[in-house]
């Protein structure tokens, strides 16, 4: 027997499966055998009886889960940090167990009461002794951890549970003598696998299988080189033996009834305390703000969720709803994570959101110089289509030349603080850049689900339109840019060549040529076939007014690109009068500029397709600046580019055949998009259509 180690158990005297918190124990409430329960928990006592020092504290009427003292509380030396536990069938626990440690001479930890945490269930020290592995997800929440840090003085390492059959940390995972690792990493996120793989040397971790966990194989209790548990495969047995254990199985079958096997039916109260121990506990906690129609728009739910599903926990502090449904509601959220580096990427999420610091809490963002030209610092920023604002000594500061994936540049000027979205090739040496999501917010529509269906023909929001619905969003496109042309905003249309395959390059003519178009976008391509179509009357070699292949027509883009390489550019063309017609003719008619974005594939190209990827960028972002709306054509590649790089606030139409092209669009993020999902021709056709209805009906008017 090895006296210096002690162990507290609990008979099953009052043990049964009275209620459903947990899976094992759905179909199995009143189908536990007291008697087989009793014979297995004594087989389990008087193995560990023969090597360790075994404690009882009474069993209780009305407590079966009493049974399970591995919940009674987390023992380090002389300290421990006492249970709340999560379902109140089990609180009735609590004081029986306080009583016992206060009798013991235990200093007892309370945690707060609204603060779920489980015990020695949920932590679990390394047998080394030079950390607590400490888990979260189910029962015991992230925020107990810092508390466990420093009454404990030892550094905390979080792991997130993902699978609810393991709802403890003590059913998936088991630290073994030697620095050795029991475990299912399925279980657990992908945060904490990472985690245990840095701490753990590869030789160390002994991986379990489905087949094992199902069983609780990691559910053991570990006394030097014996592991006893409920029941292990051979293959695992002899993993266990290769590196020095040996398994001792005993039946605890009756007990995995209620989701519990040998580790949860013992508590270690003989935990050593290592001189070296440090508290450190890498937890982050921020408190956020969120405003707007909240709950209308689910805009709270996506919050939480958000948190949750990226490996943190959430306190709502404060939630005021609005009074009446238009008015907005407002919540103060506390968010924790396990790591710096887990919070900076939910807070970055969040901000995209909309959330915001609560006011005053910060006075000013973090920056580092840059030193490398076209090399932001660690942990820049990285900027969304959202308006943002950035704070600086004290005030918020508008960011200027909004766009997606970029940094921000804070400059001092005479007129004042400056921020600017720059992307990381225009980064210059001496370039301050915020780093980290402190002071910094977004700004979002938050309009309620009335306010946007009462708004007449207000755009529609974000969404991918079925075939059914074409019509009707056409009209309210036709709507939205004979508003825009009369009140001289700008429309940018980026069109790919299936506009001029499917017959739509006539009507995108008429829509230049009549003010309706300010800059088109698009590549090689489009120029290509639309000239095509112009001189040779072909596309793709494909006779446009019949719809039949021509002889020797799959020769004729080039013929065309030879062309106008001979005339040295489509304006010069133009003048010449050898083009004269076409989307491109209309453009220089009209005097509407046009970027043409050159690829690997690309057949010439033309004089004017811009072959330097990076200037084509630029000449992208400065006819997309100032734009009210963007109509994307059958061009999926140009459209992403250019919705990177378009912020919040400009209208985008996303008109496709191919809906997953569609969905990508419109999934940007943006409630100004919507999408197409119907014939680029056919739309185009039926755009033009309903632009001449609303000449006529406003000639009708100006008659009246």
Known sequence: MTSSIRFLMCAPDHYDVDYVINPWMEGNVHKSSRDRAVEQWQGLYHILKDRAVVDLVKAQPGVPDMVFTANAGLVLGNEVVLSRFFHKERQGEEPFFKQWFAEQGFTVHELPKDLPFEGAGDALLDREGRWLWAGYGFRSELDSHPYLAKWLDIEVLSLRLMDERFYHLDTCFCPLTDGYLLY?????????????????????????????????????????????????????????????????????????????????????????????????????????????????????????????????????????????????????????????????????????????????????????????????????????????????????????????????????????????????????????????TEGIRTVRKTESREQRNTQEFSFMASGVSSERRVELVVEQIAWEMRQIRDQGGKVVVTAGPVVIHTGGGEHLSRLIREGYVQALLGGNAIAVHDMEQSIMGTSLGIDMKRGVSVNGGHRHHLKVINTIRRCGSIANAVEQGVLTSGVLYECVKNHVPFALAGSIRDDGPLPDTQMDLIKAQEEYARLIEGADLILMLSSMLHSIGVGNMTPAGVKMVCVDINPAVVTKLSDRGSVESVGVVTDVGLFLSLLVQQLDRLTSRYQVAQLV
């Open 184 to 436: 299912y990493p399925p279980a657990f996120d992908s945060y904490s696998n990472r985690l245990i793989e840095l701490r753990v040397p590869e030789e160390k971790r002994i991986i379990v299988d489905e087949k094992d966990a199902v069983n609780f194989a990691c559910n053991a209790v570990n006394v030097n080189r014996i592991v006893i548990m409920n029941k292990a495969t051979d293959g695992l047995k002899q993993q266990l033996k290769a590196v020095g254990f040996e398994v001792l199985e005993t039946p605890l079958t009756e007990f995995l009834k209620a989701g519990g096997a040998a580790k949860c039916l013992t508590l270690r109260v003989t935990e050593p305390v290592m001189p070296d121990h440090r508290a450190i506990a890498t937890i982050e906690s921020r408190i956020l703000r969120l405003e707007g129609h909240l709950l209308d728009s689910g805009l709270i739910n996506q919050a939480l969720d958000l948190i949750v599903e990226g490996g943190g926990s959430f306190q709502v502090l404060n939630f005021n709803l609005g009074e009446q449904r238009q008015s907005t509601s407002s919540a103060e959220v506390k968010v924790t994570a396990p790591s710096h580096e887990v919070m900076e990427t939910l807070v970055s999420q969040l901000i995209d959101l909309g959330a915001v610091p609560p006011p005053q809490e910060v006075c000013d963002i973090n920056t580092e110089t840059v030193t490398l030209p076209g090399v932001a610092p660690d942990d820049f920023y990285v900027t969304t289509i959202y308006p943002t604002e950035v704070r600086v000594n004290c005030q918020w500061v508008k960011v200027q030349k909004q766009r997606m994936d970029g940094a921000i540049v804070v400059s001092n000027t005479p007129q004042g603080p400056t921020a600017q979205c720059k992307i990381l090739r225009d980064l210059q040496v001496g370039d301050r850049v915020i780093v980290g």
